[in-house]
């Protein structure tokens, strides 16, 4: 007898308005004691499918059977009902409440006893290992208390079939292997695990078994330990891809911004930075490692003149007239108008980089709303310009005059990037400007970065991937909590060396520096 | 003079107090209702209508009218109004997605113009001389004090002298604010406020929730209207006599940072600061408008004050003033 399914899609379809078609025909089973991947790049209809399970979306067509029983779950209430708890990419907790309240809120047990529940939720944290405090604020956690709080949500409703949307995308390499043991853990428990994922290696580091979806289709469920990456790839993309990126050697290297004990206090009053100094160098690329919230942010607007309360020298070697200009203290404005022509991506696309209500062309905009010549704007050039960018980068949207929001975030990436690079820029600054993106578009903005320093261009990178930092950049600059821990060629370092100086700490900096 | 001083300040806070614990009940389902001002004057105009009919049923005598039904029918008709209204309110944001401000405000300019169109037709039936219509029958039975309230001297005055809907919006702030903190209807009812999606994928149905903390609140905001009428006004109504008593209530909430429990004393210290310009001889009437002003200058450094500590608590609920559609991608 063939083991029952703990959950099965039939046919399913699901449409949004008239044109688009997230899924379209999806049939696919997962099994209890099982960590299933569910694989796709961006806008190919992952999210949207398991949100059908979660009772976020109704599917248009077809059919859901849990554990051989046709169930129709068109709420979250239904869902739980079906024991299936989903945990989203974007978290659903309410800030200004607490763990335990948050895990409490929508259940009906009777009585209403914040104490018990916390027992409880005690009882769950021992019980597969979870660190949590119950009566902290959501909105001081850090993001992985945060998703450890949704992943006890669901367990406290009882849930045996989990989903979890990209769960690693915002964690560090370290907690994505505590995350990784707590599902393991789960699943030898006998729960059936969904992982929404498109890392190849978590991939084949965790699941059991993968079913790849391509454009909303079904393409084809395989064992994870009789595939690799590169077939997997291959049913993502629907075509072979080149998973290298070519680094090719720097030339020509001149010093292009040098940076000398910078140091930058934030609104509280907390020292971010604290006497950084580096040089980045034209035709090559900078990479920039540290655990998320070291200061690489204030790094970069400090730079960008996006920052108060600065402290030290940032040079700027103009190559066309020779100059050495002071950038500190300057508004964005006033570095423009010195002839500096810096280029930034930054980690907030839709809040920094672009106006998510304004349609492509008023984004183009942005950068050039003053070169008209009369008090109207022009129009026409930032309109070619978002034409050149949509055909050049294969930009998917209905037209040039779409809303920046409608569009998926690796267009979205493509958008802000093409616009930034095609200033011409001497210094192109980046930061994570692959998070959340697919394979696909990672390397066509690799290849962009890597195209830039090949132009003379000085790159500064921030990555979190350290492979991917590794492979790309030239040299990488490690920061922790706003200080310089190291400096490395990328060419010859490990990943363990640079994981090692991200955790370093203040005090053996100050060790090291005494010796 | 220092006791009617307070009491004074306490029965012009108390309209305030209905709209500013209507209000926070609205908001805290996430909708920013500046249909407040409106709604009170409805609730008031519907306590008088339903007044004024039972006063003409009984021949306008008041040996014949039942002290039950004088004070029931005009309550009834009050709730109803400004349930109507918070209908309206829920309607055109929650199910047609409309602009919750332009709602709002929308309805403000409607509840007052019903308002004075009703006010103003019974001031046509009744024929009177001046610009007001008076029930101070049914306003007897609203004043009732409680009966040794006169034995206790000072005691008696500041605490036991007034009428029951004065002890009611105590109560109902109380009652609401133990109901948000401690309650899991609480809970979920401040989830919607802040989240609606987070409410949403719980289990929550955040139509239901929003639609009933908007109509709930409409009604405790209505009665506001009524309190004012039959008790502070003693069942006297003229057109647009109520004035801005409810953009006050609306500063109030900010003031209260969403508390019901500390919109009590904000109440009465918006009812003191109402009433200061009466207590200081030798102010022209430019100087009066002057003074009225001091409960925004409150409010305002409030805000300052509490945006400067910045602190989470004190914030309005995160969704105020957005919609909710579950599939919007």
Known sequence: MAKQAAVEMKNITK??????????????????????SILGENGSGKTTLMNMIAGIYFPDE???????????????????????????QHFKLVDVFTATENIVLGINDGKYNL??????????CDKYGFEIDPDKKIYTMSVSEKQTVEIIKVLYRGADILILDEPTAVLTPQETSKLFDVLRRMR??????????????????????????????????????????EELTEMMVGKKVDLNINRSQPKDIVERLVVEDLSCVDRQGTTVLDKVSFTANAGEILGIAGIAGSGQRELLEAIAGLQKNIDGNIFYNDPNTGNKEDLIGKSPVEIRNLGVRLSFVPEDRLGMGLVANMDITDNMMLRSYSKGKTMFLERKPPKNLAEKIIDELDVVTPGVSTPVRRLSGGNVQKILVGREISSIPTILMAAYPVRGLDINSSYLIYNLLNEQKENGVAVIFVGEDLD???????????????????????????????????????????????? | MIIQMITRAILLGI??????????????????????????????????????????????????????????????CSIVGSIIMGLIYSFLTVTLRANQNVTGLALTTFGIGIGNFFGASLIKLV???MPSIALTKTSQFFCKELPFADELGWFGDLFLSYDFLTYLAIAIAL??????????????????????????????????????????????????????????????????????RGWMAIALVIFALWKPDVAILGAFLFGALCNANNYIHGLGVEAQELFKMLPYVVTVIVLVITSMRKKREHQPPAHLGLSYFREER
């Not at chain 1, 104490?115 to 769950?124: A, D, F, L, P, V």
């Not at chain 2, 407040?36 to 008041?62: D, K, Q, R």
């Not at chain 2, 809970?187 to 009933?212: C, F, H, M, Q, W």
Request: glycine share 10%; hydrophobic share 40%; with cysteine.
């Open chain 1, 15 to 36: 449409r949004f308005g008239s044109k688009v078609v997230a899924n379209k025909n999806v049939s696919l089973k997962a099994y209890r004691s099982e960590i299933l």
């Open chain 1, 62 to 88: 077809g059919q859901i059977f849990i554990d051989g029983q046709e169930a129709v779950i068109a709420s979250p209430k239904d869902a739980f009902s079906y024991k299936v708890g989903m945990i989203h």
């Open chain 1, 115 to 124: 104490k018990e529940s916390t027992k409880k939720i005690k009882e769950i």
């Open chain 1, 188 to 229: 030898d428990d006998g729960k059936c695990i969904i992982i929404i994922t498109h890392k190849l290696h978590e991939v084949m580091a965790l699941s059991d078994r993968v079913s790849v979806l391509r454009k909303g289709e079904y393409v084809g469920s395989v064992n994870t330990a009789e595939t690799s990456q």
């Open chain 1, 468 to 515: 991917v930092l590794l492979e790309l950049c030239d040299r990488i600059l490690v920061i922790g909590s706003g200080v310089v821990t190291g400096v490395v060629d990328a060419r010859t370092a490990t990943k363990e060396q640079v994981g090692l100086l991200m955790t370093k700490s203040k005090e053996e900096i100050a060790g090291d520096a005494n010796e």
């Open chain 2, 15 to 76: 309209p305030m107090l209905y709209g500013a614990v209507g209000e926070i009940i609205t908001e805290k389902s996430g909708h920013l209702n500046l249909g407040i001002p409106g709604i009170m004057y409805v609730g008031a105009i519907g306590g008088v209508t339903g007044s004024f009919l039972y006063e003409n049923a009984c021949g306008n005598s008041i040996d014949n009218m039942s002290p039950f039904l004088s004070v029931f029918i005009p309550l009834m």
């Open chain 2, 127 to 129: 024929d009177s001389d």
């Open chain 2, 175 to 244: 009652v609401s604010a133990f109901v948000l903190r401690r309650t899991r209807v609480g809970l979920n009812l401040r989830s919607v406020g802040e989240s609606p999606a987070t409410a949403d994928a719980a289990g929550i149905n955040v139509t239901r929730y929003k639609y009933i903390a908007t109509c709930i609140g409409s009604a405790v905001a209505g009665l506001g209207g009524l309190q004012y009428v039959m008790a502070y006004a003693n069942g006297v109504w003229s057109n647009n006599a109520f004035g801005d």
